[in-house]
């Protein structure tokens, strides 16, 4: 089975930095990928950590430790836009376990 | 760019009605997933198809079924709905294997009344 842990909420300011963590237990790790969701809509891909280690990508950048069962995503340069849910996934066997999301607001 | 197609936005049905939500891929894609979204619950899988005429079980199967007749398309039903049932329905598709990112559905908000 897979365990995905994330914070339910998070709240920062335009222009600002913030960090969503997850911690994850699974069988059979094969990488971790992380989604946005704005409010009615569908998750859309943001990315995925397959080794440890930082990607970055623009404004967004996803951290991956898989001795610690550790990720997070780090969003800099914060704007009113990506005030949403995000999500994060373990790829295991045969599917991905979803968190239950972090809802992130954004004010001005 | 991938597109996944669900039926319908919203669906209101009555308590002991057969449903059926359906979605369909455009970018032959061999695997297909049905999830339910609820608040506080997150994104939980209902079943999942990796070729035609092929389904597995996913964390929360019971009172579903599906359809896999076509490669595009992967339909659910819900043999007698109930209140319980009430949700948001999204189905996805990925290329390959479950290390490929999913492209979702704009989803189906069913409501049992």
Known sequence: GQNIDQPTEMTATEGAIVQINCTYQTSGFNGLFWYQQHAGEAPTFLSYNVLDGLEEKGRFSSFLSRSKGYSYLLLKELQMK??????????????????????????? | DVKVTQSSRYLVKRTGEKVFLECVQDMDHENMFWYRQD???????????YDVKMKEKGDIPEG????????????????SASTNQTSMYLCASSLLATNEKLFFGSGTQLSVL
């Open chain 1, 82 to 108: 990506d005030s949403a849910s995000y999500l994060c996934a373990a790829s295991g066997y045969s599917t991905l376990t979803f968190g239950k999301g972090t809802m992130l607001l954004v004010s001005p």
């Open chain 2, 64 to 79: 579903y079924s599906v359809s896999r007749e076509k490669k595009e398309r992967f339909s659910l039903i819900l043999e």
């Open chain 2, 39 to 49: 608040p506080g619950l997150g994104l939980r899988l209902i079943y999942f198809s």
